[in-house]
Structures are given as C-alpha cells and as structure tokens.
C-alpha cells in the first residue's frame, strides 16, 4: 500500500508541476498579446498634419506617449524573458529529478527481473509457500508472491508514465526555448521602431525649438484654459464638500436624537441634544463605506475613455523634454483616443455637476470623498443627480475637426480638495 501510495504522489506531483510550468508561459503571452494590440491601436492615433506650433505641440505630445507605451512594452519583453529564464531552470531541475526517478525505478525493476527469473517456475513458488512450518506462514507466503508480482507489474507501468513525463517535460522545455528565441526577435523589432520614432521626435523638438515665440504663446494660452477650467473645478468641488458635510451633520443629529428618544427616563423630561461639531463630520455611512471600496481599487479602475488610448499629458509640473523655458502644470492628464470613444465613469458614483466651458461638457462624479471629473466632452447622457456604475458611458468625447479629429479627454481625480495623480489609480 505504501508503494502505492508513492506512486500516485509522484505523479500526481509530476503533473501539478508540468501544468504550473506551462500556465505560466500561457499568461505571459496573453499580457504580450494584449500589450501589442494596445500598441497596435494607439499608433493609428499618431498623425502629423500641418506644420503649425500648435499642430506640432500635440503632435510631440502624442509621439512622447506612443514612445513611452512602447519603452513599457519593452521593458515587459525583458521581464518575460527573465520569467522564461526562470522557468527554463525550473524545467530542467525537474527533468534532472525525473531522470534521477527513473533510473532509480529501472535499477529496482532489473532486481526484481533478476529475482523472478531465478524462481520463475510454479514449483519452486509451490515450493516455497509448502515449506512454511505453519499454516499461517503459508498464508502469509502466498500473499507475498502475489503482492510481488503486483509490485513488479506496478513498476514497470509506473517507469513507462516517468518515460512520458520526461518526454512532456523536453516538449515544453524545447517550448520555452522557441518563446525566449520569440522573444529576442520581438523585442529587438521593437527597439528598432523605438529608435525611428525617437529619431522623429528629435526632429520634431528641433523645429518647435526655432519656433520659441510661437511655442511660448501657445503655452500660455493653454495655462490660460486650464487656470479657467481648474477654477471652475474647484468651486464646485467646495460645494459638494459642504453639501456632504451638512448631509453627514443631518445624519448625526437623527442618530443622537433616535438614541435619546430610546434612552430618555419615564417622565417627559426633554433631554437637550448637543449637535457634533461641524468640522468632525463630512461623510455620511454611506459615502463613508463607498469610499472605503473606491480606495480599495487604487490601482485597479478602468480607464476613463474607451478604446485604445495614449496618455499625452502627465500629471503635475514638469518641464517638456527637450524643450527650454517650457513648463508645464497638470492637475490630471490628458489621454488622447479614437475619433468616437466616449468617457466613461471609473467607479459606482453619482453625478454631482454637469457645466460647459468654451463650448464643451464637463462632468463630476462623487464616489464617497472622491470625485472623478471628465472634460472636454461634446455632449452628455448623463445629469446632475443621476446615479452611474463603474464602466457608464456619460458622454462623447469632443474630436476636434479642425485638428484631424484629434480626440482628447482630461481627466482629473480628487479626494476632497486634494488632487491625486489618475495614473496611479488606473489599471494599465
């Protein structure tokens, strides 16, 4: 029974660690796969049309982000192959461990060869069992020399399946070795493209960089803009905030008066109720547990836009590469998509403004403490006190004809007055 036993534990093991292996490869190529459609979908996004500052300015911003998709997408190509690596030890410490196994099993089984070939015939096993001295003895014998003839029939199927395992384990060790081959080529196909579209953005900079003037006026009148849209931003969120807060003071007081009403004396003594400060209190139950689950999915929501995208624009301040004397200040950023794509909310919430600015919609959704805020829209299908789940289309995004429909959506998040950095808090 205990050879049984080791037996099926072996394989069982054998199996377990040849399925691990192979599941992991799978879930690299996938990640890859869905990395290069991304790539794919986003280089139809880059296009250069007039020779304009403007033009050429978004045209940089762009290239920056397709250049950056593609370093990302690298750097993923070296990590699976460093996985790869990884299991290409692993694999063959496993097929040293078979190899090990199975002459072990072939040394045994030749023993046991040896030992039936020289008590092969029935008289001598007769023999054998009738010269115990007692009849349990003989009982004992005769389940012996069928357990040994069992034992050497288990043995020799159980050296045919540590044969197949060892044959599995070449296949996917010459598997792994054509994936990290594959991905060798790809990746220097990669660095290849990296380095024209580089090249292209050199080229870019230098003429926007013999442009100053143009370049600084255009500059300015985008701080110009978004100084306007923030200011607007701000407003509104301040006045949710005091809305949440008297809703989370309303909320308190019919808690401590329902505990009053419940613990006042027999006689009507009005028992006075203090009111919370109003500092202490600034979210209700509810907006309290949903922010508790937004701040879970830090890391985890959906992108804003649907279809491919690229990110333009970063968040906070920083100097355009390349560029002298050109600063810039984000307090979201700016994801370029598809002519078409929509915004889309990033997590259960309910919509708590909706304002135009220079012809376009902006939206804010409340999660708890957080708001998202979507701008630069063409319109809505959404309004204020209208509640959205995660993944909701409110709106299309504007694309903007006059500039080859060049679609962008500004997208900023916010934890209170506080101004989070989106990229952290999206899934990519």
Known sequence: MRLLFTLILCLT??????????????E?????????????????LLQTTSRDVKSQLRTLETLTGQIEERRRYIRTLTSDMESIDKELVIIRRQIGTLEKELSDKKKKYETSVQYLHRNKTVEEKLMFILSAQTLAQSYRRLRYV???????????????????????????????????????????????????????????????????????????????????LNG???????????????????????????TAEATK??????????????????????????????????????????????IVSKYGQYTAPGLKNVKLDNKGIDIQGQAGASARAIFDGEVTAVFQLNGLVNVLVRHGNYISVYCNLASTTVKQGDKVKTRQEIGPVFANPADGNRTILHFQLRRETEKLNPELWIER
């Open 146 to 228: 069928r357990e040994y003839a069992t034992y050497q029939r288990l043995q020799g199927e159980d050296i045919q399946k540590k044969q197949q395992q060892m044959l599995a384990k070449k296949q996917e060790l010459e598997q792994a070795r054509r994936s990290k081959e594959a991905l060798l080529q790809e990746r220097s196909v990669e660095q290849t493209i990296l380095e024209r579209q580089e090249k292209e953005k050199r080229t870019l900079l230098t003429d926007l960089q013999k442009k100053q003037k143009g370049l600084q006026q255009e500059i300015r009148q985008r701080r110009s803009q978004a100084d306007q």
């Open 28 to 44: 690299l190529e996938e990640r890859r796969s869905t990395l290069q459609r991304q790539i794919a979908e986003s280089e139809k």
């Open 232 to 258: 607007e931003i701000d407003r509104l969120v301040a006045e949710e905030i005091e809305k949440a807060r008297k809703r989370a003071q309303e909320e308190a007081l019919r808690e401590k008066k329902a």
């Open 13 to 26: 093991l054998g199996s377990s660690l040849y399925s691990q292996s192979n599941a992991r490869i799978k």
């Open 265 to 310: 004396p027999e006689i009507n003594t009005p028992v006075p109720v203090k009111p919370e400060p109003i500092r202490s209190m600034t979210l209700t139950k509810a907006d309290r547990e949903l922010s508790g689950t937004f701040a879970g999915n830090r890391g985890r929501l959906p992108a804003p836009i649907t279809g491919a995208y690229i």
